[in-house]
C-alpha cells in the first residue's frame, strides 16, 4: 500500500506540475526517432554493401553449370562416312574464374565505394547537426513565446487596470470619457495581443512536437537556455562543415570513378578453370584451366562515352564544392555578424526597459494627480512593452545565431 500512495502521489504532482521537457532531451529523441536521420542511416548501411559489392570482384567467381538435351543428333564418322543418331544427353560442370589484372579498374572501383561510404556518414552527420538545429530554434521559440504570453498577460492586467481608474476619475468628474473609452480600447488590442501570442506559442509546440514525434502539452514546463548562449564560435566553420567534406570526398569519388572506366579500355586478364561431366551417347569428363586475356576493341561508343560523363561529373562536383565554400563562408560570417548585433540589441534593450518601467512609474503617478494625460500613460506602457518584447527578441536572435553557428561547424549539442 505504501508503495501504490507513493506512486499515486508522484503521478498527481507530475499531473499538476505538468510536463517537464529539457532542450537535450527533445534533441536525443528527434535524433532517435525523426525519418531523415534514419534514412540517412539507411543510406550508410547502403554504401557500407556497395564496398562488398565492388571487392566481390576480386574474389574468385565460381558457377554451376546444367544442360539436358531430350533430343539430340549427334555426327559418328565410320570408314571415313558420318551418320548421325537420335539420342538424348546431358551435362554438368563447373567453373572459375579469378581476375589477375585489370589495370586497376576494380581497385580503384572499391576505393570510390570506400569514399562513398564516408560521404554518407557525412551525410549523416550532417542530418543530425541540422536536425538538432531545428529542435534547439523551435524549443526556444516555446522559452519566447511562453516569457511573450507572460508579458502580454501583465500588460492586459496593467491596461484593465488603468481602465478600471479611468472610470472612477470620470465618474469623479476628474477625467473625461475619452480617457475611459481610450483606454477600453487598449484592454481590446491588449487581449488580441494576448491571443496571438498563445497561438504562435502553439504553433511552436506543434511544430516541435512532430519533429521529437511526441505530443506536448500546453502547460509543459520548459527550461530557459537563453541566457546560456553567450559564447561565440571564432573557429572557421570551413573545417568542420559536415556538407563541406562530403562535397570534398565526392571531388575524391569522382575522380576515382573516372579512373575507373577509363581502365576499361584495356580490358582484364583472368585465369580460367572449369571441369564437365558430359553424356554425349558416351560418358566422359572434360577439364580445362588456362588464362584468358579480353581487350575490347569496339563498344560503339560507349566506353567512350561513360569516360566522358565520368570526366564531367568530377569537374562538375569541384564547382559545386568552391560553389559551397562560398556560400558557407558567406553564411557564418553574416550569422557571426547576427551574433554580435544580437549582444548589442541585448544592452540597449535591458537600458531601454529599466528607462521605460521608471518613466511608466511617473507618468501614472503624474496622472492619478490630474498632471498627465492618458495618451502620455499609454504611450509610456507602450515603451515598457515594446522593450521588454525587444530584449526577449534579442536573447532569441543572440542564441538562434549561436545555434546556427554550431550547425554550420556540424555540431550536434
Known sequence: ????????SIFIITTLHGQNLSLEEC?????????????????????????????????????????YDP????????????????????????????????????????????VQEEISALNLQETQAFLAYQVKLQYELMVVFREAIRVRENDLKAKEALYAQAQGLVQYGMKTTADSTRFLSSVYVAKDNLNRARADFDKARTVLSHIINEPIEPDVIL?????????????????????????????????????????????????????????ALNLYDTTSVGVTLKIPLYSGGRTSALVEQAQIAKQTSQ????????????????????????????????????????????IEGRYQEGLATYLEVLDA???????????????FERSSAYHKLNYLQGKIK
Open 71 to 114: 533430343t539430340k543428333t549427334y555426327a559418328i564418322s565410320q570408314n571415313g562416312l558420318f551418320t548421325t543418331k537420335e539420342n538424348d544427353g546431358w551435362s554438368v560442370g563447373a567453373t572459375l574464374n579469378q581476375k589477375i589484372w585489370d589495370f586497376s579498374k576494380t581497385l580503384y572501383a572499391i576505393k570510390a565505394q570506400g
Open 223 to 279: 527550461t530557459d537556455t537563453l541566457a546560456q548562449n553567450t559564447a561565440s564560435a571564432q573557429e572557421s566553420a570551413l573545417e568542420d562543415s559536415p556538407s563541406l567534406k562530403a562535397l570534398q570526398k565526392q571531388v575524391t569519388k569522382n575522380e576515382l570513378t573516372y579512373r575507373s572506366i577509363n581502365a576499361s579500355h584495356y580490358g582484364s586478364l583472368d585465369a580460367l578453370a572449369s571441369y564437365t561431366r558430359q553424356n
Open 381 to 395: 506602457t507602450a515603451l515598457t512593452l515594446e522593450a521588454e518584447l525587444g530584449l526577449l527578441q534579442g536573447e
Open 1 to 8: 500500500m505504501k508503495k501504490i500512495s507513493y506512486f499515486l
Open 27 to 67: 534533441v536525443n529523441k528527434a535524433l532517435s526517432t525523426h525519418p531523415d536521420v534514419k534514412k540517412a542511416a539507411l543510406q550508410l548501411q547502403y554504401s557500407q554493401q556497395g564496398l562488398d559489392v565492388a571487392r566481390a570482384d576480386y574474389l574468385p567467381q565460381v558457377t554451376l553449370n546444367g544442360e
Open 319 to 362: 564547382e559545386e564544392l568552391n560553389s559551397k565554400m562560398l556560400s558557407l563562408k558567406t553564411d557564418f560570417e553574416n550569422t557571426l555578424v547576427d551574433w554580435q548585433r544580437s549582444q548589442f540589441t541585448i544592452q540597449t534593450k535591458a537600458s531601454q526597459l529599466k528607462a521605460a518601467m521608471q518613466t511608466q512609474a511617473v
